[in-house]
């Protein structure tokens, strides 16, 4: 899946290229405002301030939104796509039109994000299926200040199907807040999890790959704040899959994964799993070498 990374020096330039309204805008969604609030009631609680919706990161939002609804599946956008900004990721599949995750399908996504480390309570109220590439912390750093979000419905052959959708949300500033930045494992494993992949660009430790190259991004928990030179920089990765291993080189940071999940090329996804589509696939053992 396509990695949530947020180099320093990448975030000092995004704030120009964005071009933020710092004023808040109307939101005309009831969806989008009980969203926001709902955000911003769980920043005060953790003692960040208020967050702003920015209209120019939903627009960039909606691009990418529509994307995932055309291939089908979730995935981060590349990091040159996203002008320095953060991004949450999440699917829903829906039995009834009723469904409030139709109905409200940002509001279904934030109680998601924000749930992220409770999972199995809110999955009592998913009728069908959900999938969501997030962390908590993106939408709770002091640091972060705006926000802009879309959803747009999914399809069934050639027709949009209501009863699917795919909501993104960028979040601009620095969303690694230094309580995640200070903690580094550099322990070997084995560790089990999700894999995803996502399409490399100029990674966390400064190296250029493409779809092609064998590389793995790790959870932003396990590399921690430093990104040149950091000591999981160019290291071994065995992955393992349905009887299938390759050997892959650390080159970049996730910042959408949870502690023992890992962020793959499109090469290293199709070694070991085949197809593109199943886009997230669980119980994959992975060990520093």
Known sequence: MISIKTVVTG?????TAVGMVHASPTIASGDENRALSMINTARSEAGAPPILWDNNLKEDADTWALLLAKQGFIGRAPAHQRDGAGEVVAYFSSLSEDSVQVTNPLVSAVKLWLSFKDMNNFQTTVEDYYETLST???????????IGCSTRLGKKGRAVNPLTSFTVCRVYKDVEPPAVMARQ???PGPFQGDITFFNPGLGACGWTDNDDSMIVALSHIKMGSQSNGNPLCGKTVRI????????VKVTDKCMGCAVNDIDVSPA??????????RGRVGGVTWTLV
């Open 185 to 187: 494992d550099l322990s």
């Open 240 to 247: 393992q899959a349905e009887g299938k291993s390759v050997d």
């Open 268 to 277: 290293v996804f199709k070694a070991l799993l085949g197809d593109l589509g």
């Open 136 to 146: 908590t912390e993106q939408l709770l750093s002091d640091k972060a200040t705006h």
């Open 11 to 15: 975030i000092a330039v995004g704030l």
